[in-house]
């Protein structure tokens, strides 16, 4: 599987964006999907993640509230919504996928990475 994230850029604080992942190579309707970012001088976090359904979904608590993962399987592509954005989102933000139905926090947990798209967002 192959993922390509796209819809990063730079974006006033308090603005809006959002992020798409396009899956490639086979479809992704069976597999747990999510996203983490980078910031710069920081570890990889985890930010949300998605189950194949669509109907279970998680956050970490920075974003609960703001950000919306959601998926359309139709296209084999998953989304982040990412409104109210602050300062501390600035990262790169990575889109995964595991090879299982459910949802997971960690990286490890994730057989495949994206490249990654930067959000920069500016006081």
């Known amino acids: 599987v192959q993922l390509q994230a796209s819809g990063g850029g730079l974006v006033q604080a308090g603005g809006s964006l959002r992020l798409s992942c396009a899956a490639s190579?086979?479809?992704?309707?069976?597999?747990?999907m999510g996203w983490f970012h980078q910031a710069p001088g920081k570890q990889r976090e985890f930010v949300a993640t998605?189950?194949?359904?669509?109907?279970?979904?998680y956050y970490t608590d920075s974003v609960k509230g703001r950000f919306t993962v959601s998926r359309d399987n139709a296209k084999n592509t998953v989304y982040l919504q990412m409104n109210s954005l602050k300062p501390e989102d600035t990262a790169v933000y990575y889109c995964?996928?595991?090879?299982?139905?459910?949802?997971?926090?960690?990286?490890?947990?994730?057989?495949?990475w994206g490249q990654g798209t930067l959000v920069t967002v500016s006081s």
């Open positions: 995964v996928a595991r090879m299982e139905l459910g949802i997971a926090t960690t990286g490890e947990k994730y057989d495949y």
């Open positions: 190579g086979r479809t992704i309707s069976s597999y747990g």
């Open positions: 998605i189950n194949w359904s669509g109907k279970n979904t």
